[in-house]
Structure formats: C-alpha cells, structure tokens
C-alpha cells in the first residue's frame, strides 16, 4: 500500500488544500478529505494497471504493483487503499459528525458506478470504438472528473458559512480543471516519452481507444483545454484574490510535461 502511495504528482490533495485556503479555512480541517481522496485515486490507478484493465507494467516512473508484487496483492491492495480513504474520513480532527457523513457521501459517490469506475467501465467497453466529442466528454468527466471536482466539494464541506454561489464557482473550476486536464494527458500521450510521463507513452493509441486529439485532431485539442483553463480562472472572480492559491494550481498543471 505505502509502494502505491510513493509518488505523484498529489494533484486532488491539493486542490482541497487550496480550496479550503480560498475560503479561509485552516489546513488541519482538510486534512483527512485530502488524504482520503488521494487513496482513492492512488487505488484506482492499481486497478486501473491490471491485465484485466489496461494492463500496464509502469506507474510513476517504476514497476506497477502488479509486477513489482504480483496481481493479487495488487487487488487487495486496491481494496484495502479504498476502504483506509473512509477510515481516514470518520477520523477528521476538528469535523462534526454531519460534515464526515457528507464527506463520505461525495466521495463515495464520485468513485463509484456514477462517477470514476462508471467512466473506467465506459472506457474498456470503448476501445476500439470511434467515440464522438459528446461521448468522450462524458466518458471523461465520469472517469477522471468526477474525483477531481469531489476534491473542491470536500473542501466546502469542511466548510460552515458557504453560499451557493461560491460552491457553484468551485464546482465550475473544478468541471473545467478535470477535463483540460484529460486533454493533456491525451496530449501528452503523444507528445511525451515514458520517462517524462512516468507511465508508458503512446498506451492510448495501442489500445486503440478514442482520444480528444483522435477525435478533434492535435492543434483543436490544445486550444481546448487553454479555453478550460480560461474558464477555470473566470469561474474563480467571485472570490477575488483569495483564490490565488487556485489560480497558481491552474498555472501549474497547465505548464505540466506529466
């Protein structure tokens, strides 16, 4: 479990820190959502590895779990990260007991059949298919989206004075944020090499699976996801400038090479 946590990039952890810093609250509160949803994500990419899956041998520049253990521990593995991501939730210091039980609503909600493992079913069962915009959105914003826009939701849970406008902005920037960040990594994909990426590169196109620059072509899937980003930062102008940290977030995973 700690060989699957080693590493990465901790992209939803801190977007509920920087969250929770946009609406002024302290860190320690954040702790355990930030936590919890980065064992779920660590969880979905061993499983994701899989033979059954997408049967990868390299995650964060090393062996994936499977070949650096063997298969079954990799699933046990994956079920034991997912089931500590609520352990940790009910532990919140400084939570109320209604803010817990809302936390783990979203995040249960946002990993299951209606969000990450509804779009990872969609995607095996879309290889070798030629999926239009509409359909590899909504692949998108099930299977990567949904976890990252339940980081920004967990952060206004933790939250006790939180008008609709502001969480209807988080979500925005969350929505934008989680498929630009898709596109990149199709991007990526092609334009990348495997040490860079940490993963194996050109993996999509040998799966034959439908990608946004497949779909849309390579120049129209960029100026996409510089239009998400953009959007991103407009979603932030109700907060002024304590979203800064949110904005430097954008920048930053815009800027990425992995």
């Not at 990039?9 to 801190?14: D, F, G, S, V």
């Not at 990567?144 to 339940?150: H, K, Q, V, W």
């Not at 932030?236 to 949110?246: E, I, M, R, T, Y």
Request: charged fraction near 25%.
């Amino acid at each position: 479990m700690r060989y699957a946590c080693d590493g990465g990039k901790r992209l939803r952890a801190l977007l509920v820190y920087a969250a929770g810093e946009t609406l002024g609250l302290e860190a320690q509160l954040l702790d355990a959502p930030a936590s919890a949803v980065e064992l779920i994500h660590a969880y979905s990419l061993v499983h994701d590895d899989l033979p059954a899956m997408d049967d990868d041998d390299l995650r964060r520049g090393r062996p994936t779990v499977h070949k650096a253990y063997d298969e079954a521990t990799a699933i046990l593995v994956g079920d034991a990260l997912q089931t500590l991501a609520f352990t940790v939730l009910t532990r919140g210091a400084g939570l109320s007991p209604a803010q817990k039980l809302g936390m783990v609503e979203a995040l249960a909600e946002a990993s299951g059949s209606c969000g990450m493992v509804g779009g990872q079913a969609i995607d095996l069962q879309s290889e070798g298919k030629n999926l239009s915009l509409p359909e590899l959105e909504n692949l998108h914003i099930h299977k990567t989206g949904a976890l990252i826009r339940a980081s920004l939701k967990l952060a206004c849970l933790a939250s006790p004075a939180l008008d609709n406008a502001q969480a209807d902005a988080l979500d925005r920037y969350g929505k934008c944020i989680g498929l630009a960040f898709q596109i990149q990594d199709d991007v990526l994909d092609i334009e990348g090499s495997s040490e860079d990426l940490g993963k194996t590169a050109g993996k999509d196109s040998a799966s034959l699976k439908s990608t946004y620059p497949s779909v849309m072509g390579l120049p129209a899937a960029k100026e996409r996801a510089a239009e998400l980003f953009s959007d991103a930062d407009k979603a932030l102008s109700v907060f002024g400038d304590s979203a800064a940290a949110l904005r430097w977030l954008a920048k930053h995973i815009q800027s990425r090479n992995h």
